[in-house]
Each structure stands twice: as structure tokens, then as C-alpha cells.
């Protein structure tokens, strides 16, 4: 007959293996909680990307041109750039082009996309610091980068991802993110960053939303958007500097040689990198 001990001992043997069958099932169910957790932010920024493509850029888009003018102040509210945006229809999509002016630099970009988004063409021009140029090409769910600084030059090609955000594409997909109220991870190409060991590199972008017309993108800026989905007013946390939204007159006021620049980029889809330079 076994003693009291004895008995001890074969409840704990017993007990042991179910501990420890628990135990897993907990670390499993965490684990699980984690990697959907931190999955969701891409399963929502593909729901937003497909969503677009299938609903077709006229749907975000209704205008046949758009405009949308910027003059930028630093930390002290001084004007020190300005910024145009331009987008337009075509006979397969749309087209757009963005031209900035923060002293010392200056950088131009064209862009095109097809109704549903599936194809594209960028080229971005940019001058001192660092000059160079970019050309993004998007068909058949691949990215063919060709990029150059200098002397030196890069080309590759690489797979889409499905949470990639196509070139002139990011502000609609921001306003979406704020519209949803949901937190997305897309990834992009930069300019003068588009490579990395010979390979197409994919810079990852959190938008986040903080209230019903703002995304905070990262950690370095916060847009806000007006009821139509335009972008109203970017905020730079880290170094004070803002884009505020005006009119035609008040850019010319505050940087004169735009007068010029405007009469020549009235219409987008038509235009080229080529006769973007600011009047001297």
C-alpha cells in the first residue's frame, strides 16, 4: 500500500504535464495575439489600396484639374519655400506633378497612373544639396527603379508589395486612413533612397489617425485634410516647419517669382520636368 507521500507524488505527476500543456497553450495564443496585432496595420493598408484600384481613381478623383498651393514657414512662421501640386485627367487615368522650392533646393516630379492604379510612370528631378534623379516605373504588379546621383547610377527591378503605395497615390491613401480611423503600414520608394545593396529598397510609413481629418505619418509629420480629402495644413513636429494651404494671390505675394511658374504649370498632364525651373 502506498504511504501518504507516495500519494503526493502521483497527484504532482499527474498535474505536471497539464501545467505544462497550458502553459504552451498560452505562450501559442500570445503569440498569436501578437503577430495579428502587429499584422493588422498591413491587412488594413491592402484593404485601402484594393479598395481604391477596384472603386477607380475618378471615384477619389472627380476633377478634371485640380490645384493645390503651399507656401512653407519655419519654426518662427517666416515664409522659406513653397510648394505646387498639380493633378489632372488623361485618356487612361490621371497625371500630376509636384515642384518645390525650399532654399538652397529645389525638386520637380511628374507622375501617372492608370484608372485602377495597376500602372505608372514617375520622374523626379532635384538640385543641390544632393542633385539627381529618380524614375519609377510600375506594370504588371513590378517595380523597375532607375536612379542617379551624380556620376552614379542604379536600375532594378523587384516585386510590388501589397501594401505599396504607387507614386502620386499617397495623399489619397492618407485620407483614407484618416477617413477609416484606422491605423495602416504601407511601404513607398524615396527619392534618393530607392536602393539598397544593388536591391530595390521599400521605405515602411505608418499613417496613423489622430481625429477625423488628421494622419500623423511616422513620427516626423502630421497632415491635415479638409471635407473634401485635400491636404490643408503638414506639420514637421521635429523641426517646426509647416505647410499652410493658400491661394494664388498669396503665394505671388509672398514669393514673387511664382507668378511665372504658375501660368506655365496649368496643365499637368501635359507638361514635362524640363520648364519647371523657378523664374531667377
Known sequence: MANGTDKSQGTHGHAAPVILLATLLAVTAAAWWVTQTRGKPQRVAKRILDDLRAGGLSRTWPQEEHRLLFVVKDARGKPVGWRVYLRGRTENGYAGRTIDRFAPAFASARWTLSESASQGEYHSQYVPPEGGSTVVTLQQGRITIAESRGPI???ATAEAPDNYIPEGMRSAVMWEVAR???EAAFVMTKDGESFADGQVHFVAITMAPQGPRKVRLGQVAIYEFDDAGDILRIEHSTSGVEYARVDAEELVKAFPETR???????EPSEGTTDDTSPAQ
Request: charged share 40%; aromatic share 0%.
Open 153 to 155: 547610377g542604379h536600375r
Open 180 to 182: 477609416r480611423s484606422e
Open 260 to 266: 511665372s511658374l504658375l501660368v506655365k504649370t496649368d
